[in-house]
Every structure is written in structure tokens, then in C-alpha cells.
T-cell receptor
């Protein structure tokens, strides 16, 4: 059963600490998306990659957020330093890009910054 | 950029009745319209989608209609069951595959 996996599922940290979230896309998918979900803003696209190359990270605060794909099976989202306003659920999704269209979401990482 | 509006924000229906959620989009270049169901504590799950060359698509109790001229699309759930209770999101994708999501509809199906 192919699915997107994310770790950790929950993270509680203190303001100023570094947070790293990891995502394993579905094998064979060439497009990876990072979203943030909050009650106020809903689902927001932070960044996305195609064939491991960053295509768009305009939704991401550049001063503290960074996203990478070290290889085709791993995507990471880092926040350094974290702030209370970063508290949210972060989702990774993978797909086949415009050719396929479908995006499949992981279970999310619930981040709480105290 | 694309802007997707979704209505209603909450929808309460009796088990067995139908539920309809409507979305409008602004970018006429959008060509792919998925619907997601999100249960508490889980990620959004793709339940049905439609592409711009199709007007209607059905999968068992769910159906989606698309009116490209008016730039709106709708989700229809028939014979609702308690397990249909969740938050439903519509979305529109541009030619790059980027999705813009609606704000979501909380559906509550009461037995």
C-alpha cells in the first residue's frame, strides 16, 4: 500500500530551537509539496520540488524556513529558529506533476512551538 | 494568482440525505479540480477529481460537476452516512500542478 510517510508525527519545542520535519514520498512520484495548515489560514503551499529541484518556495518565510530533497526518497523542511507562530500541522504531498495532477498527502507533523 | 472560494463553511445533513458543496475559482487557465476529505488528525485524502475537458464525473455515492464557463464546480454526496462526516476541501490546479485550496466545509451527518 503506497503512501506518503512523515516523521515525526508530533513535535513540541521551545522558541528558538531548530525543527526538522521529514517526508518520504510515494515511490516513483517526481513532485513533492510542503503545506502548512492552520485554522486561520487553511492549507497553504510552502514549497514544491520536481525531480528534486525546487520549483517554487514563494510561500515560505525565507529567513527561517528551508526545504531540500537530498535524494528522491527524502524531503526535509527545516525551521531555524522556530517561533510560536510556526505552530501548525505541516503536510507533505507527492504526485506526478502536471502530467498526473493528483497529490497524495501524508499524515502530517503537528508542530507546537512554546 | 488563483483564488478558490468554497461554500458553505458548515453543512449539517440527516443520514440518507444529499450534501452539496460549491466552489468557484478565478483563474480560467486552471485545468484540474480535486476534492479532498480530511478526518480529524489525518491528512487530506483525495476522493474524486475532474479535469477541464469533462463536465461531470461520478464514483458510487459521490459526483463532481464542472462548469468552466462560469468557473465553478460542485461536490455531490448522495445517501449520506455518518462516516461521511469530515472536512471537505476543493482545489484548483494551474498548469504547473500547484493547488489552491478552498477554505473547507465541515460536514456533519446526523443519524
Amino acid at each position: 500500500d503506497a503512501r506518503v510517510t512523515q516523521t515525526p508525527r508530533h513535535k513540541v519545542t521551545e522558541m528558538g530551537q531548530e525543527v526538522t520535519m521529514r517526508c518520504q514520498p510515494i515511490l516513483g512520484h517526481n513532485t513533492v509539496f510542503w503545506y502548512r495548515q492552520t485554522m486561520m489560514q487553511g492549507l497553504e503551499l510552502l514549497a514544491y520540488f520536481r525531480n528534486r529541484a525546487p520549483l517554487d518556495d514563494s510561500g515560505m518565510p525565507k529567513d527561517r524556513f528551508s526545504a531540500e530533497m537530498p535524494d528522491a526518497t527524502l524531503a526535509t523542511l527545516k525551521i531555524q529558529p522556530s517561533e510560536p507562530r510556526d505552530s501548525a500541522v505541516y503536510f507533505c504531498a507527492s504526485g506526478l506533476g502536471p502530467r498526473g495532477g493528483e497529490q497524495f498527502f501524508g499524515p502530517g507533523t503537528r508542530l507546537t512551538v512554546l | 494568482g488563483e483564488n478558490v472560494e468554497q461554500h458553505p463553511s458548515t453543512l449539517s445533513v440527516q443520514e440518507g440525505d444529499s450534501a452539496v458543496i460549491k466552489c468557484t475559482y478565478s483563474d480560467s487557465a486552471s485545468n484540474y479540480f480535486p476534492w479532498y476529505k480530511q478526518e480529524l488528525g489525518k491528512g487530506p485524502q483525495l476522493i474524486i477529481d475532474i479535469r477541464s475537458n469533462v463536465g461531470e464525473k461520478k464514483d458510487q455515492r459521490i459526483a463532481v460537476t464542472l462548469n468552466k464557463t462560469a468557473k465553478h464546480f460542485s461536490l455531490h454526496i448522495t445517501e449520506t452516512q455518518p462516516e461521511d462526516s469530515a472536512v471537505y476541501f476543493c482545489a484548483a490546479a494551474d498548469s504547473w500542478g500547484k493547488l489552491q485550496f478552498g477554505a473547507g466545509t465541515q460536514v456533519v451527518v446526523t443519524p
